[in-house]
């Protein structure tokens, strides 16, 4: 059974920048399309960019231009790096394919203060 662990949050300031990791413990990590994916208190889960098993990138309007969805298969990692960081972005990070073939992880918090 895959297991997803992502890190890399914390506390930052406004225009700040962080970098996310999603470890994947399990076989056949470099067939699977990966996507970042982020929940702020009291809203929905939404997905923020993915990246295809050949490196192909796609993400959500509000991430594009201040966030880059990467993969590293010799590692079985996806990262997510995160510039320009508004308070807006405050929220709990996940990582899971695009289908949500994967069971959630525990996420990583993200506070972006002013």
């Known amino acids: 059974q895959v297991q997803l662990v992502e890190s890399g949050g914390g506390l930052v300031q406004v225009g700040g920048s962080l970098r996310l990791s999603c470890e994947y413990f399990?076989?056949?990590?470099?067939?699977?399309?990966y996507a970042w994916f982020r929940q702020a208190p009291g809203k929905q889960r939404e997905l923020l960019a993915t990246?295809?098993?050949?490196?192909?990138?796609n993400y959500r309007q509000s991430a594009s231009g201040r966030f880059t969805i990467s993969r590293d298969n010799a590692k079985k990692t996806v990262f997510l790096q995160m510039n320009g960081l508004k308070t807006e972005d405050t929220a709990i990070y996940y990582c899971n394919s695009p289908s949500l073939v994967f069971q959630w992880g525990q996420g990583t918090q993200v506070t972006v203060s002013s």
């Open positions: 399990g076989r056949n990590f470099r067939f699977h399309n």
């Open positions: 990246i295809t098993s050949g490196s192909s990138t």
